[in-house]
């Protein structure tokens, strides 16, 4: 076995101690670190979960989403986890909560989902710090967590993107693309959501080295559009939007409200300045084509959504999981956590074709309406 976690695993279903059978990449051992004293079966476990160690045959997994204003998590996250797991696991049952960015709505959901019968749960925090009670309430019923895509520091297993990589990638392509000293606005994601922190943190390492001058910032509490706009167009009555060169957006939802900003101040859609963005979201995809995004992050989500059904359905066998997942990653640590951390990629005008197309992220069908059509044919997109 070639663990290297040292953390244990609450949960403490399984035994087969050595038995280590990896049904996927992954490989879950059984749980000889049984802490609670009863050498058993967890609560909210045993109708049918395998105790072989290996992956479960049945069971209950909750997927716990922040919210639903950014498109990814209805979109992609939860049906590829769903398929994933129905592919693993097709006697599994999974139950699907949104807290539409609400904490105290996603500390219920996390009762609702253990007094439902989950035994494991997969959760996307909407304030990290916040859900290490929810962590607690978890494992207290010896239910591991795995945190996903945001960390929660007392999870069993977390995954994510490179973070900081993410802030450095947008700051890096948007010094590229102002291309001479200028002064930009700077919108950060919530103060909630670890992310957010951490793509700041990669960001300023290049922005504040560069000739760029971040003239204002602002930390959005809830991500949304609707304050990005608010925001940037209450600047643009501080400064002439001419002196605007260039926009420092931490997400694609938030770029969509500096465009609606400055629109509305008067600038023309062919005379934006440069604006980057994060989620590969359709729409700015369409405006990167269209001249009138910089960039964007694309997260291949599918990695992502796929390695966590893959931890969570070795989990419901019992013990720990260990190795190099199915989607060709090692496990590693962050945090004192073990870990799952996948890459993100740039995509401006010159790689859509070969990114979120030649993956099927979207079809061109999906991004080629209307007005787009001819961008995308000057991008070599049919
Ligand atoms: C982050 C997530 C990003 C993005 C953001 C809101 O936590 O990593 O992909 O969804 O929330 O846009």
């Known amino acids: 076995m070639s663990t290297s976690i040292h953390r244990s695993v609450r949960r403490t279903a399984a035994l087969g101690a050595a038995l280590v059978i990896g049904i996927a990449g992954l490989s879950a051992c059984g749980a000889n670190d049984d802490d609670n004293g009863d050498n058993g079966d967890g609560g909210g476990s045993g109708d049918g979960a395998s105790d072989n160690g290996g992956g479960a045959t049945s069971g209950t997994i909750a997927l716990l989403l922040p919210e639903s204003k950014t498109t990814r998590y209805e979109a992609f996250d939860k049906p590829m986890f769903e398929a994933k797991v ?174 609606a900003a400055l629109t509305g101040a008067g600038v023309a859609l062919d005379a934006l300045p440069p604006i980057t963005g994060q989620d590969a979201e359709l729409a700015a995809i369409q405006r990167i084509l269209a001249g009138e995004q910089a960039m964007t992050i694309y997260k291949p989500i599918r990695i992502e959504a796929e390695t966590a059904a893959e931890v969570a359905v070795e989990l419901l066998g019992g013990g720990e999981v260990s190795g190099t997942s199915e989607t060709g990653i090692e496990q590693t640590e962050y945090e004192g956590v073990p870990s799952y951390i996948f890459t993100p990629i740039v995509v401006t005008k010159d790689n859509v074709a070969d990114t979120v197309i030649k993956d099927g992220f979207y079809t061109a069908a999906d991004v080629c309406t209307g007005d787009y059509a001819d961008d995308c044919q000057a991008a070599g997109i049919s």
């Not at 097709?90 to 959901?109: I, L």
């Not at 993410?166 to 890096?172: D, F, I, L």
């Not at 919108?187 to 922005?207: I, M, R």
């Open 86 to 259: 129905a592919d693993l696991c097709p006697d599994c049952k999974v139950d699907y909560y949104n807290a539409d960015q609400d904490e105290a709505k996603q500390a219920q959901q996390m009762t609702t989902a253990l007094n439902d019968g989950a035994q494991v749960v997969v959760l996307d925090p909407v304030n990290g710090e916040g859900a290490t009670g929810m962590v607690e309430e978890a494992q207290g019923q010896d239910v591991p967590v795995i945190a996903y895509d945001r960390l929660i520091t007392n999870a069993d297993y977390y995954m994510s993107f490179d973070n900081e990589t993410v802030g450095k990638m947008q700051a890096e392509a948007l010094v590229d693309a102002v291309g001479e000293a200028g002064d930009i606005l700077m919108l950060n994601g919530s103060p909630s959501d670890p992310n957010a922190a951490q793509f700041k943190t990669g960001a300023h390492s290049v922005l504040d080295d560069s000739d760029l001058t971040i003239v204002e910032e602002y930390d959005n509490p809830d991500w949304s559009p609707e304050n990005a706009q608010q925001w940037t167009s209450d600047q643009l009555s501080k400064y002439d939007p001419s002196q605007i060169a260039g926009v420092y957006a931490a997400n694609d939802g938030q770029a969509g409200g500096v465009v």
